[in-house]
């Protein structure tokens, strides 16, 4: 700390020693060089101030970079660290990437075998399909000849049969019809009778009495009826009924086996259908 003289103390002092003259002169330059002091001793206190003022900014900046520093550290090692989770989990992945396409490859391969076998099936079995189409069409064509055959056969043998059925129901009606339906002096025979749409046959036709009057028997004879064949035959019957002018004109058909539509359609269009077992029972 510099000490400070006032001016008067200077001049007591040097007066003590130097001639008047002398003593203000010197006390001038005393002064001076007390006034350079001061302001010396001023910029001093300002240069350390400044000096502790930037010391604790260096201090602060030091204080920041280590902290930055230690920061930056920690983000070295978590970046290290996670840029090694993921390296790790990128081997996971290609080892699993390579176990997949080792295994889609071994499964493409089983399924281009398995579709190789598939085509080789599909063609054996269409070499089968082939032979059997070609098999069975010949067995068709043979079957057909056989069927042909059969239905010749079957139609002589119904041929036969039906003449034998109407000789038998031509026998057997006239009784049945005169003791069930009171109709006397029956004879039943073939006829053929003229329409629009040309001449039509029916099976047993005769002429009898009841209670005086005439009545006209129409009879058709079936092995087996059913009920879309009892339909033609009923409407057949119904036109040919029309075409007689005279008595009563009685539709009915005979049939060994009746079909249970067939009976629904006789009751919807009005013709008797009688089965042969029960005229041939009545003539015991």
Same mark, same amino acid.
């Given at each position: 700390?510099?000490?400070?003289?006032?001016?008067?103390?200077?001049?007591?002092?040097?007066?003590?020693?130097?001639?008047?003259?002398?003593?203000?002169?010197?006390?001038?330059?005393?002064?001076?060089?007390?006034?350079?002091?001061?302001?010396?001793?001023?910029?001093?206190?300002?240069?350390?101030?400044?000096?502790?003022?930037?010391?604790?900014?260096?201090?602060?900046?030091?204080?920041?970079?280590?902290?930055?520093?230690?920061?930056?550290?920690?983000?070295?090692?978590?970046?290290?660290?996670?840029?090694?989770?993921?390296?790790?989990?990128?081997?996971?992945?290609?080892?699993?990437?390579?176990?997949?396409?080792?295994?889609?490859?071994?499964?493409?391969?089983?399924?281009?075998?398995?579709?190789?076998?598939?085509?080789?099936?599909?063609?054996?079995?269409?070499?089968?399909?082939?032979?059997?189409?070609?098999?069975?069409?010949?067995?068709?064509?043979?079957?057909?000849?056989?069927?042909?055959?059969?239905? #010749?056969?079957?139609?002589?043998?119904? #041929?036969?049969?039906?003449?034998?059925?109407?000789?038998?129901?031509?026998?057997?009606?006239?009784?049945?019809?005169?003791?069930?339906?009171?109709?006397?002096?029956?004879?039943?025979?073939?006829?053929?009778?003229?329409?629009?749409?040309?001449?039509?046959?029916?099976?047993?036709?005769?002429?009898?009495?009841?209670?005086?009057?005439?009545?006209?028997?129409?009879?058709?004879?079936?092995?087996?009826?059913?009920?879309?064949?009892?339909?033609?035959?009923?409407?057949?019957?119904?036109?040919?009924?029309?075409?007689?002018?005279?008595?009563?004109?009685?539709?009915?058909?005979?049939?060994? #086996?009746?079909?249970?539509?067939?009976?629904?359609?006789?009751?919807?269009?009005?013709?008797?259908?009688?089965?042969?077992?029960?005229? #041939?029972?009545?003539?015991?």
């Amino acid at each position: 700390m510099v000490m400070l003289m006032t001016r008067q103390k200077m001049e007591e002092k040097l007066e003590q020693v130097f001639a008047p003259e002398q003593t203000d002169s010197l006390v001038e330059v005393l002064d001076t060089i007390q006034q350079v002091e001061l302001e010396r001793a001023a910029d001093t206190r300002d240069l350390k101030q400044g000096l502790t003022t930037l010391t604790e900014e260096v201090r602060k900046l030091t204080s920041a970079q280590q902290r930055t520093d230690e920061r930056l550290a920690k983000f070295e090692t978590r970046t290290d660290r996670r840029f090694a989770e993921l390296a790790a989990a990128q081997q996971r992945t290609d080892e699993r990437l390579a176990k997949f396409e080792t295994r889609t490859d071994r499964r493409f391969a089983e399924l281009a075998a398995a579709q190789q076998r598939t085509d080789e099936s599909v063609a054996r079995l269409s070499s089968a399909v082939e032979r059997l189409a070609e098999t069975t069409e010949q067995g068709m064509a043979r079957l057909w000849d056989a069927v042909g055959h059969l239905q #010749n056969e079957i139609g002589g043998l119904s #041929n036969r049969f039906g003449f034998s059925l109407e000789e038998f129901v031509a026998a057997l009606l006239p009784p049945y019809l005169e003791r069930y339906d009171g109709i006397t002096g029956l004879t039943l025979d073939r006829r053929y009778f003229e329409l629009p749409e040309g001449l039509q046959e029916v099976d047993l036709v005769g002429s009898g009495q009841r209670e005086g009057q005439p009545v006209m028997v129409l009879a058709d004879c079936r092995a087996k009826i059913r009920g879309g064949e009892l339909r033609k035959l009923a409407g057949k019957l119904e036109k040919i009924a029309e075409t007689i002018t005279t008595g009563e004109v009685v539709q009915m058909v005979v049939a060994m #086996n009746i079909h249970p539509l067939a009976e629904a359609v006789a009751q919807e269009t009005g013709v008797r259908v009688i089965p042969y077992s029960r005229i #041939n029972r009545e003539r015991s």
